[in-house]
């Protein structure tokens, strides 16, 4: 930028950054690092399933967990219309000891209905608390907008408390099917791609801006403004405070997997794959 702002000296005059199609600009988050070979090829397979259950009227759901947040006097990002010399006071700094009580919101989006469900947890994120927070969406809601339903499709991110690794969250899956008499089929979504996972964009994001700027000093503030969260294009939003314990390292044997009825698909069948009934 040599040259393009000079200081006004003998007559000389300032040239502005303006005026040489200069703005202010901040970092644009395009870069994803190495993809994965089969990445798109995912991504048809799941939008031609996801496409299918609609048709058929299954229930499809995307899950996951919105980012953990601190309960207390914190900042939290964004900015909120209030009167002058009004703005909320917390804490001067965001590094809190691990006994500051954590919120963990797990999200339920049913693509065909645009509606959401949001358990916050209390204790952990882990593959059990992502199975209940899908088993009480189902008992309160999902069961009765799908009386006849005996199938359910979930879209879930390759990582995290559901992630295709975990085999808590497979063995819970499998409690779940069992429980309800549910064929579930799973598409996680590839590596370095959870940005495109639907409950984001179509309801996490609603629900940061619903409560932008404001701290988030209890439980019942966070469950207040999740179920307050609505757009022009419908969406309504449920939710459910979970005290339960979720204990982390529960450690899932290679013979409790054999017992799963879970069938891979024959395209990645670490992504993709159907858990069924025990008999």
């Given at each position: 930028?040599?040259?393009?702002?000079?200081?006004?000296?003998?007559?000389?005059?300032?040239?502005?950054?303006?005026?040489?199609?200069?703005?202010l600009?901040?970092?644009?988050?395009?870069?994803?690092?190495?993809?994965?070979?089969?990445?798109?090829?995912?991504?048809?397979?799941?939008?031609?399933?996801?496409?299918?259950?609609?048709?058929?009227?299954?229930?499809?759901?995307?899950?996951?967990?919105k980012?953990?947040?601190?309960?207390?006097?914190?900042?939290?990002?964004?900015?909120?219309w209030?009167?002058?010399?009004?703005?909320?006071?917390v804490?001067?700094?965001d590094f809190?000891?691990?006994e500051v009580?954590?919120?963990?919101?797990?999200?339920?989006y049913?693509?065909?209905?645009?509606?959401?469900?949001?358990a916050?947890?209390?204790?952990?994120d882990?593959?059990?608390?992502?199975?209940?927070?899908?088993?009480?969406?189902?008992?309160?809601e999902?069961?009765?907008?799908y009386?006849?339903?005996?199938k359910l499709?979930i879209?879930?991110?390759?990582?995290?408390?559901?992630?295709?690794?975990?085999?808590?969250?497979?063995?819970e899956?499998?409690?779940?099917?069992n429980?309800f008499?549910?064929?579930?089929?799973?598409?996680?979504f590839?590596?370095?791609?959870?940005?495109?996972n639907?409950?984001?964009?179509?309801?996490?994001?609603?629900?940061?801006?619903?409560?932008?700027g404001?701290?988030?000093?209890?439980?019942?503030?966070?469950?207040?403004?999740?179920?307050?969260?609505?757009?022009?294009?419908?969406?309504?939003?449920?939710?459910?405070?979970d005290?339960?314990?979720?204990?982390?390292?529960?450690r899932?044997?290679?013979?409790?997997?054999?017992?799963?009825?879970?069938?891979?698909?024959?395209?990645?069948?670490?992504?993709?794959?159907?858990?069924?009934?025990?008999?």
């Amino acid at each position: 930028m040599a040259g393009a702002c000079r200081q006004p000296a003998h007559g000389l005059d300032f040239v502005a950054p303006v005026a040489l199609y200069y703005s202010l600009q901040g970092n644009k988050k395009t870069v994803e690092g190495n993809q994965h070979p089969d990445r798109n090829a995912q991504f048809e397979h799941t939008n031609a399933k996801v496409s299918q259950a609609l048709k058929e009227e299954q229930p499809v759901i995307s899950v996951d967990t919105k980012e953990q947040e601190l309960v207390g006097p914190y900042k939290n990002n964004g900015r909120q219309w209030l009167a002058k010399d009004s703005a909320r006071e917390v804490n001067g700094h965001d590094f809190p000891d691990p006994e500051v009580p954590r919120a963990f919101p797990y999200g339920i989006y049913d693509l065909a209905k645009n509606k959401g469900h949001v358990a916050v947890g209390v204790d952990h994120d882990t593959g059990a608390f992502a199975v209940a927070s899908i088993r009480g969406w189902w008992k309160t809601e999902g069961s009765m907008l799908y009386p006849d339903a005996r199938k359910l499709f979930i879209t879930a991110d390759g990582g995290g408390s559901n992630g295709y690794r975990s085999c808590l969250w497979k063995r819970e899956l499998q409690c779940l099917a069992n429980e309800f008499g549910l064929t579930i089929s799973v598409c996680h979504f590839p590596p370095g791609t959870s940005k495109w996972n639907k409950v984001e964009h179509r309801l996490f994001s609603f629900i940061s801006s619903n409560w932008r700027g404001e701290p988030l000093m209890d439980y019942e503030t966070i469950v207040k403004l999740i179920s307050s969260t609505k757009t022009a294009t419908g969406l309504s939003v449920t939710y459910c405070l979970d005290r339960s314990k979720y204990p982390t390292g529960i450690r899932i044997s290679k013979k409790e997997m054999k017992q799963l009825n879970l069938i891979r698909n024959d395209f990645h069948g670490e992504w993709n794959y159907t858990i069924a009934p025990k008999e």
